[in-house]
C-alpha cells in the first residue's frame, strides 16, 4: 500500500532553524513535493526532488532519502511570516500526488 | 494575470441541491485537478483530467462528475450535495510535460451543504 505521514504540528523560535520530517511508503515513485499553505490560501510550491541528495532555495531546503523512504524540509532563518501548514508530497507510479495531512508551523517572538 | 481561478469563493447548499464549480486556468497546461481539503487530512484527490477530452477518477469520486470540453476549464458538478461534501475544493493544474510536474493551485471554494 501507500502512506505518508507528518507531524501534526511544530512550535519554533522567530530567528531559529527548523526541520519538517515526512515519511513515506510506495512501491512506486517519481518524485517527493513539499508546499506551503497559509491559513485560508492555496498551497504554494516550495520544492521537488527526485534524486537522493539536498534542493536549496533561499532559506528553505529539502532533502531527500529514497532508499529510507523520506525528506525533510529545512527552514532557516524563521520568520512570523513563515507560520503555515507544510504539506508533504510524493508522485505515485501512476503520476497522481499523495498527500499528507500537513505540519502546522507555529512561530513564536 | 496569468494563473487559475475558481468559482465561487465559497458557498452554503442545500442538501439534494445540484452544484457546479468552476475553475479555469490561462496557462495553456495539459492537465488539471480537482482536491478536496478537510481538517486534519491531507488534500484528496477526486477527478482529474491529463488532457482536453479525458477524465479519470482520483481517491474519492463518487458523488461527483467533470469534464473538460477544452484546456481551460475544468467544472467539477455535485448531482445532489450531502453534508458529507462539505469541505474546502481546490482545483490545480499542471504541465506535465515538463520536467518538475509542479502542481499551481487556485484559490480555493468553500463549501457547506445544510
Known amino acids: 500500500g501507500q502512506n505518508i505521514d507528518q507531524p501534526t504540528e511544530m512550535t519554533a523560535t522567530e530567528g531559529a532553524i527548523v526541520q519538517i520530517n515526512c515519511t513515506y511508503q510506495?512501491?512506486?515513485?517519481?518524485?517527493l513535493f513539499w508546499y506551503q499553505q497559509h491559513a485560508g490560501e492555496a498551497p504554494t510550491f516550495l520544492s521537488y526532488n527526485v534524486l537522493d541528495g539536498l534542493e536549496e532555495k533561499g532559506r528553505f531546503s529539502s532533502f531527500l532519502s529514497r532508499s529510507k523512504g523520506y525528506s525533510n524540509l529545512l527552514l532557516k532563518e524563521l520568520q512570523m511570516k513563515d507560520s503555515a501548514s507544510y504539506l508533504c508530497a510524493f508522485m505515485d507510479s501512476n503520476y497522481q500526488l499523495i498527500w499528507g495531512a500537513g505540519t502546522k508551523l507555529i512561530i513564536k517572538p | 494575470i496569468a494563473g487559475i481561478t475558481q468559482a465561487p469563493t465559497s458557498q452554503i447548499l442545500a442538501a439534494g441541491r445540484r452544484m457546479t464549480l468552476r475553475c479555469t486556468q490561462d496557462m495553456r497546461h495539459n492537465a488539471m485537478y480537482w482536491y478536496r481539503q478537510d481538517l486534519g487530512l491531507g488534500l484528496r484527490l477526486i477527478h482529474y483530467s491529463n488532457t482536453a477530452g479525458t477524465t479519470g477518477k482520483g481517491e474519492v469520486p463518487d458523488g461527483y462528475s467533470v469534464s473538460r470540453a477544452n484546456t481551460d476549464d475544468f467544472p467539477l458538478t455535485l448531482a445532489s450535495a450531502v453534508p458529507s461534501q462539505t469541505s474546502v475544493y481546490f482545483c490545480?493544474?499542471?504541465?506535465?510535460?515538463?520536467?518538475?510536474?509542479?502542481?499551481?493551485f487556485g484559490p480555493g471554494t468553500r463549501l457547506t451543504v445544510l
Open positions: 490545480a493544474s499542471s504541465d506535465s510535460s515538463g520536467s518538475s510536474n509542479e502542481q499551481f
Open positions: 510506495t512501491s512506486g515513485f517519481n518524485g
